[in-house]
């Protein structure tokens, strides 16, 4: 999870329309309707929101940092159900992986980290021995209580997450070459321009358009080879 600006929405998103999709859905759920996304030019709005969501988002989930492209679904951070006057406003949605989007379905979102509003790094750190996302070490109570409060909405614990860190980093040519050139660097520093060649290799692998980059960013902190 990273600090995402977010973008405009698409210009058909007017003020006017957000008002008319937002009327229609207030007196659909007053008859107990279920949630469907209107149609604008023969498409559902969702797909139209994902595809400027794609852009900002770097083509993530907002939340575990997966690359989803076609499978990206829209997200309520504000739950439709309860807030549904936020259900059409560009700024309370977020495109997400099937995953995080169920495993928050109508919870509150009281408490969570918004990741268009403030940097995620600086509540949440993926420990890199036990590959699992926690809060950030040294933050303040309240800090750690929304960082335990966001992993445990969107399940940023879950088990599959930690095998696809192993897929995507965890192998030769990758994070695994992060110790031995550190030590490297440290004993022959007259190699220093290959080792420092291939830790900017691996530096790139933490920018925000990479997948699960919080998790490599812990991983390189964490051994020295960047700073924060
Ligand atoms: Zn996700």
């Known amino acids: 999870m990273i600090y995402l600006k977010r973008g405009p929405a698409p210009e058909f998103w007017t003020r006017e329309r957000v008002k008319t999709w937002t009327g229609r859905w207030l007196v659909k759920r007053e008859k107990g309707g279920d949630w469907r996304w209107p149609d604008v030019d023969k498409k559902p709005l969702n797909q139209h929101a994902r595809i400027s969501m794609a852009e900002w988002q770097y083509g993530k989930c907002a939340f575990c940092e997966i690359p989803i492209g076609n499978r990206a679904e829209v997200e309520h951070f504000r739950s439709k159900a309860h807030y549904p006057l ?56 309240e800090e750690r209580q929304r960082a335990v409060k966001t992993i445990k909405t969107y399940q940023l614990d879950r088990p599959e997450l930690k095998r696809l860190y192993q897929l995507t980093y965890l192998k030769e040519e990758t994070l695994n070459l992060v110790p031995p050139l550190i030590q490297a660097r440290q004993n022959q520093p007259s190699t220093a321009p290959t080792i420092e060649e291939r830790i900017s290799v691996l530096r790139a692998r933490a920018e925000p358009e990479q997948p699960f980059s919080l998790f490599v960013r812990s991983f390189l902190v964490h051994y020295g080879v960047i700073e924060k």
């Open 86 to 141: 936020a259900a059409f406003v560009w700024r309370n949605l977020f495109l997400t992986c099937h995953d995080c989007n169920h495993a928050k379905g109508e919870a509150d979102h009281a408490g969570c980290i918004k990741p268009d509003r403030e940097n995620p790094a600086d509540y949440l750190w993926v420990n890199p021995y036990s590959l699992k996302i926690v809060p950030k070490p040294g933050i303040s109570e």
